[in-house]
């Protein structure tokens, strides 16, 4: 979408300032970049005007649950004494919460796919928490909303774990502002309740970069898939940080097929994950350009959902993908393209 590239031109002008004066602190410049739009787009944004989307967008999330991929219970967010017993899910089990991103919800494509997955592999309790009625506004006005948000759904985890439900058999999944989102999440919840296992898919940069955020602080296993460089952030700071297609910033099968872009296959890759081997570079591709430490990563390794996760391999992953659905190398395709790199 155009917006996020005048966000990333508003980010780069404001870089420059910062530069000329060096007297913002980093949250000053998240909140500068915010007035700005706001000042021509939010005129009317009043002290009530604030609290009333604050109390829309509580009002309007809903938390669905889901066990054996068929849907249970619909509650509102804004209730945080849910009756349980009506969703099917037990304390004693997993649980996996999917986070969506703009102008998104939880009937999406990719959303009803993921919860599929999850449910025949992983099991347990699967939750979508469904924020679209405001994440289908514009990005700036969801944007405003981040703060609210985040405490939204922290309190709907924490509401979780005094029914009994442990975070160390939680997981969250989030993708592009819902993975900046399940990163806040987790950190709002850690150091108290650590979640066991967060993923996300390129998470949204416009808005939250070049903020110095430690993702790793979210939960105990946080692993970040990259795979644009124009919607997806530069901050690469998760305990595993998996660089898809060319370096983590582009896909070669935006060439093949119209409907999604480099950001959006993401996610359809992340879901192929669980049918199809993505094997791992040993090393770090000449072309890509990095300042972070490259993962030891042991022979065949590949990545995607992993159930136990390996907590030794950490640091950037470079995984090419294929110019076709599903998306991955075969081994001797991997094998010829690190033979052309040595
Ligand atoms: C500002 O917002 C309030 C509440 O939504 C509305 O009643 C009022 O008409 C708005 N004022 C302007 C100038 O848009
Ligand atoms: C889950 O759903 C599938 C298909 O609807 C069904 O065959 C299976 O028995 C269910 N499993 C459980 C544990 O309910
Ligand atoms: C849920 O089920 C348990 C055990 O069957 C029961 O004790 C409890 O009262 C139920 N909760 C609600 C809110 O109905
Ligand atoms: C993707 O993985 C499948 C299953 O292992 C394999 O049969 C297929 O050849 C792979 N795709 C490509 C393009 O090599």
């Known amino acids: 979408m155009p917006l996020f590239s005048i966000f990333h031109s508003i980010l780069i002008i404001f870089i420059l300032q910062l530069l000329c004066n060096g007297t913002y602190s980093k949250l000053n410049l998240k909140y500068a970049i915010l007035r700005q739009k706001q000042a021509s787009k939010l005129q009317n944004d009043t002290f009530v005007n604030q609290q009333r989307i604050k109390y829309d967008a509580q009002k309007t999330m809903r938390v ?72 289908s506004s514009s990005y700036m006005r969801l944007y405003t909303n981040f703060n609210t948000l985040t405490g939204a759904i922290t309190s709907i985890i924490l509401a979780l774990i005094k029914q009994g439900f442990d975070p160390k058999r939680g997981y969250l999944f989030g993708f592009s502002f819902g993975g900046q989102l399940a990163s806040a999440v987790g950190r709002n919840l850690y150091p108290h309740h650590v979640i066991e296992s967060i993923d996300t898919c390129d998470m949204a940069g416009p808005g939250f970069d070049p903020i110095a955020v430690d993702h790793s602080k979210a939960g105990k296993h946080v692993q970040c898939f990259h795979s644009s460089q124009d919607k997806g952030t530069f901050v690469y700071s998760c305990h595993r940080n998996i660089m898809l297609g060319s370096c983590g910033l582009k896909q070669p099968s935006v060439a093949s097929q119209l409907h999604l872009g480099s950001h959006g296959l993401c996610v359809d890759i992340y879901i192929n994950t669980f049918d199809y081997p993505f094997y791992a570079l040993n090393s770090t591709p000449p072309e890509c350009f990095t300042w972070h430490e490259a993962a030891k990563i042991p022979d065949g390794y590949t990545v995607g959902y992993e159930e136990n996760f390996d907590g030794q391999v950490t640091g950037q992953i470079f995984v090419p993908t294929s110019l076709h659905y599903p998306y991955n190398l075969s081994k001797k395709q991997l094998m010829l393209l690190s033979k052309n790199n040595g």
């Open 64 to 135: 669905i649950f889901y066990k054996n991929n068929t849907k249970t219970l619909e509650t509102s967010a804004y209730d945080d004494t849910y009756d349980l017993n009506g969703s099917g899910c037990s304390a004693s089990e997993k649980f996996a919460i999917v986070l969506h991103g703009w102008i998104q919800s939880c009937t999406d494509e990719w959303a009803t796919s993921l919860i599929e997955r999850l449910s025949y592999y992983r099991g347990g309790c699967v939750i979508c928490i469904d924020y679209s009625v405001v994440a």
